[in-house]
């Protein structure tokens, strides 16, 4: 009899809680993270006011499988986007982040999500032709000097054979174009084929000016020849080694720059990678070096088609997301890639951009 007034008492006192607290169910609206971001097609990049590329679209997919929604947020560099990462500013990062040994040291990555490495990228037409050359600056200023000293040879020689049949009542006009005529034969031939000097003064002239001409023919051969050697050499990338003594750019704070400085190779670092695309553009670099599939992507889509990759991929490396240390996410993000590697739509995502 006690025992059935104790549990018709504890019914009602439960009944009357749920009625007070009513059964917890699915939360209404999904979770909102916050994920950064940065410029680096094909991973990241923006489209039609939205973001796209291989990591964005792997993102949204790992979203949909978690059951939460994005928020993104660019950054200019990667050193702000991997501090903001560190800072717990964001949730998570996605791009081409490398998963290194002392980024790791201050954050979390999820599994592996693309395998990648090193490349280089060159203009096609990058040795000089003879034309380019020949236009160079320092280069028509030496012959702007020789053709000066031609001038003044041409005059003198008036001068001192003004009375030679050659320049017989002619005026200084004609008689300097007949003079400097006679200079560029002289220089060009080593001998008198208009005509021979007959004062003292205009045959010294002549032999000083037959020296001097194959002085000036000799040197300006020697400078044509040393500019384009220069220039083939410097045109000659096949692999890393060939970066040495040659005008390497890079990004800042980014896998490709710590492996140049640990190789040696002297380089030029930029904040963005626009700028880096920049500089080779303009003729400001020789190569760079940067992820492999980001210069593959850059060549094949550049607008004037005048950039190839060179050698083999080097310097091997993995791109993850990037985690705040100790993110609970870490665990379910690694569990949802496995599922996309399983049902296919990861390799369906890698196909989209990267083919076959």
Known sequence: MLAGFRLGWMTAVLAAMLCVFPEAGPAQTAE????????????????????????????????????????????????????????????????????????????????????SGLLILKPINDAPSVLKTVLNPDLLIWLGSAFLLLILFGNLIWLVERRHQSFAEDGYSKGFSEGLWWSINVVTNASFTIFTPRTWAGRMLAYSLIVIGLFIVSAFVAQITTQLTV??????????????????????????????????????????????????????????????????????????????????????????????????????????????????????????????
């Open 32 to 115: 909102t993270l916050r994920v950064a971001t940065i410029q680096r097609a094909p991973f990241a990049l923006r489209e039609n006011g939205g973001w796209t590329g291989f990591s964005i679209e792997l993102w949204k997919a790992l979203g949909n499988a978690l059951g939460v929604t994005t928020e993104f947020t660019e950054f200019e560099t990667f050193p702000e986007m991997l501090a903001a990462v560190q800072a717990q500013d964001v949730d998570a990062a996605v791009a081409n982040i490398s998963i290194t040994h002392s980024r790791e040291q201050v954050l979390d990555f999820s599994q592996p999500i693309y395998d």
């Open 231 to 356: 220039g083939q050499l410097r045109s000659q990338v096949d692999s890393y080694q060939d970066l040495r003594n040659k005008r390497v750019g890079t990004t800042e704070g980014s896998t490709s720059a710590r492996f140049l400085q640990q190789e040696a190779i002297v380089h030029t670092t930029y904040p963005t990678i626009g700028g880096m695309f920049a500089k080779l553009e303009s003729g400001d670099l020789d190569a760079v070096v940067h992820d492999a599939p980001i210069l593959s992507y850059y060549a094949q889509t550049a607008e004037n088609g005048a950039f190839t990759t060179v050698g083999r991929v080097f310097q091997p490396e993995k791109y993850g997301i990037a985690l705040p240390q100790g993110s609970a996410m870490r665990e379910d993000i690694d569990q949802a890639l496995l599922l996309l590697r399983e049902n296919g739509t990861y390799e369906a995502i890698r196909r989209r951009w990267f083919g076959n």
